[in-house]
């Protein structure tokens, strides 16, 4: 056997059980997923009280943005769609956690019907104080400015480690992305940053229980790292699924997001896991979520007890 035809066939070799590993990893991740569905129509916490969307503005976004080449693609005219901007209360009998926190002050002005998230929690008689961990679900400013209503107290802030890794290093070494200034903030990155050396932020490396029956799936896509919040009822689990659907048009008619700082096919990977979960989708900026829910108070809407 001459030296190339061993050179050819060890590479062979090497890529096969490479294959091998990466599709034994794609079927032991694929098996989880269906476990931990199963585990939660089986399981709840038994001090979950509630879990809210709650909705701090409103918005518009054109349609290339929410859907992949637009919809109808390829179209010449992309109008706006209006879009709801959130953020979600997890209550138990021990904890009040945050999924996301909106933003701050400093886009008080740049969107319709904006309220304050501390005037927001207040409807349910909390204060900023009152909120011990938060889940970052990823760091675009409408999801994470608010960080700064709660910098003054003891909340433990959750987040993947490919979304901090990309907001405080990769994201950095784009002047596209130092140009822009948007998508990721600098602002966000250095709050990231003085958490991190208050030791009041955990990196999370994958797929994390935060509390018994309420984990975090990472799906990345729409951004390096986005994580979901899914939260065991006993009955259908609850999907806070943030803009890895942002809008319900995104999962049930199939049609991937236009934004995606992430992988394409992280984006498309993330609806099949979303979809073996089989809960009650709470979809990121979708303006059905208050139809779909039942909408207590102006900006407050129950998503369990369902």
């Known amino acids: 056997m001459s030296s190339d035809e061993k050179t050819r066939k060890g590479m062979t070799r090497r890529d096969f059980f490479k294959g091998a590993a990466v599709a034994g990893a794609?079927?032991?991740?694929?098996?989880?997923?269906?476990?931990?569905?199963?585990?939660?129509?089986?399981?709840?916490?038994?001090?979950?009280?509630?879990?809210?969307?709650?909705?701090?503005?409103?918005?518009?976004?054109p349609d290339y943005g929410v859907f992949w080449m637009s919809n109808p693609k390829f179209s010449i005219d992309h109008p706006r769609r209006a879009i709801n901007m959130y953020f979600w209360l997890i209550q138990t009998g021990d904890h009040n956690i945050l999924v996301d926190t909106g933003t701050g002050k400093d886009f008080s002005t740049r969107y319709p019907k904006y309220v304050s998230p501390v005037d927001l929690l207040s409807k349910v008689g909390l204060k900023p104080s009152d909120i011990d961990i938060i889940i970052v679900s990823h760091p675009h400013f409408d999801h994470i400015d608010g960080l700064e209503l709660f910098k003054d107290t003891n909340a433990i802030v959750y987040i993947q480690r490919d979304s901090y890794r990309f907001m405080v290093e990769e994201g950095p070494e784009s002047s596209i992305i130092r140009k822009d200034g948007l998508f990721p903030r600098k602002k966000d990155a250095a709050a990231l940053l003085d958490l991190a050396w208050e030791g009041k932020l955990k990196i999370l490396d994958g797929d994390t229980e935060i509390l018994p029956g309420i984990k975090t799936i990472k799906v990345g896509g729409h951004f390096p790292g986005l994580q979901i919040t899914v939260v065991q009822t006993g009955v259908k689990p609850v999907i806070l699924a943030s803009d890895s659907v942002h809008q319900y048009d995104n999962l049930e008619k199939n049609i991937g997001m236009g934004l995606f700082q992430g992988s394409f096919k992280d984006m498309t990977k993330a609806y099949d896991t979303i979809r073996q979960l089989n809960g009650a989708v709470v979809a990121g900026h979708d303006k059905l979520v208050v139809e779909r829910f039942k909408q207590i108070q102006e900006g407050l809407v129950q998503i369990y007890p369902y």
Do not use: D, I, M, R
């Open 26 to 61: 794609a079927v032991a991740s694929a098996s989880a997923v269906a476990n931990y569905a199963a585990s939660a129509n089986a399981q709840a916490p038994g001090s979950l009280k509630s879990v809210y969307a709650v909705k701090y503005a409103e918005g518009a976004f």
